[in-house]
């Protein structure tokens, strides 16, 4: 019923910039909060960045002052501005889409991604 679509993931060398986006089709009325997580090989998934209904954003201490966070409410569409990369950056990214509700429903969901490759390498 709701589909989030990323792209931007890509080969970069260290230093780099990409920017990655987000976009949740389906019969939506609302979207509480939006995050980007990421998962290296061997690891555990983790909170990248997320950015609530309002203005309110919350980051990785390991991606402050390098990754932004931002969102638009009317193309439901998050994206994640990445500079600076550096090689323990290298991860599936992943969007996560909050308490999402549909259209003539009440219930709240969550969904995923399928997720984005990033890799920082010389």
């Known amino acids: 019923q709701v589909q989030l679509v990323e792209s931007g993931g890509g080969l970069v060398q260290p230093g780099g910039s990409l920017r990655l986006s987000c976009a949740a089709s389906g019969r939506i009325f609302s979207i509480s909060a939006m995050a980007w997580y990421r998962q290296a090989p061997g690891k555990q998934r983790e909170l990248v960045a997320a950015?609530?209904?309002?203005?309110?954003?919350n980051y990785a201490d390991s991606v402050k002052g390098r990754f932004t966070i931002s969102r638009d409410y009317a193309k439901n569409t998050v994206y994640l501005q990445m500079n600076s990369l550096k090689p323990e950056d290298t991860a599936v990214y992943y969007c996560h889409a909050e308490q999402v509700v549909l259209r003539g429903t009440t219930a709240f969901t969550d969904y995923w991604g399928q997720g984005t490759q990033v890799t920082v390498s010389s």
């Open positions: 950015i609530s209904r309002g203005t309110s954003t």
